[in-house]
């Protein structure tokens, strides 16, 4: 797929709030400062289309983008840690669960895990509950260029030994670097491959 065209839409406060369901859509979501906003940058092709920052909890709304007038991404805000009151932080999760239960458009959620770190109580639980709700989703590790292959290796090892305890079958995962756009054609493949399918 080439991007041709990426325009901001809206930012939307509750999932109520979000455009009207009538293309298919891609959300991305992950723990704060998980490098999102990045990947969705590079994924576009535009470097300031979602906003980066070094302060976690930048993104507080649902923001859309259309993009090439045929799809939406959807950039939800982060779970997990983040540099806001607890009252925040309880609504941020709110306002992702209450995305995830009605938007009937979502082909799939991309959940970013920084590939860095072995896997996080709270990515665990938040990748589970999605299997439990059904919810179509793909694991991205992010920041793969800080790691040596072997580094990587044995870290993506040990994480799906650790999702194995918990699914049968893994869900796609990708492998990507906002620095030198890795795993930037894998993505934009999968997006496109699954766009008939309720379209």
Not at 128 to 144: E, M, Q, R
Not at 173 to 193: C, M, Q, W
Request: contains cysteine; glycine residues 6%.
């Amino acid at each position: 797929m080439i991007i041709k065209s990426a325009e901001f839409v809206k930012s939307s406060a509750t999932a109520a709030d979000c455009p009207p369901p009538g293309l298919p859509e891609y959300a991305f979501t992950g723990r704060s400062n998980v490098g999102k906003s990045s990947l969705i940058n590079m994924l576009t092709g535009h470097r300031k289309l979602a906003k980066t920052s070094s302060t976690p909890g930048k993104t507080k709304l649902v923001n859309h983008f259309i993009i090439n007038n045929q799809w939406y991404l959807a950039d939800l805000p982060g779970y997990g840690y983040a540099k806001t009151s607890r009252r925040e932080r309880k609504g941020f999760g709110k306002l992702i669960e209450d995305y995830i239960n009605i938007r009937r458009n979502l082909v799939s959620l991309f959940v970013l895990v920084d590939a860095r770190h072995e896997p996080l109580a709270s990515d665990i639980s938040f990748i589970n509950n999605l299997g439990h709700k059904g919810v179509p989703f793909t694991i991205v590790f992010t920041k793969c260029d800080k790691l040596s292959g072997n580094a990587l290796n044995k870290n993506m090892i040990v994480y799906e030994k650790f999702l194995k305890r918990d699914w049968e079958t893994l869900p796609p995962l990708f492998f990507t670097s906002a620095i030198d756009h890795r795993g930037k054609n894998d993505i934009l493949e999968y997006i496109v491959k699954n766009l008939p399918i309720m379209f």
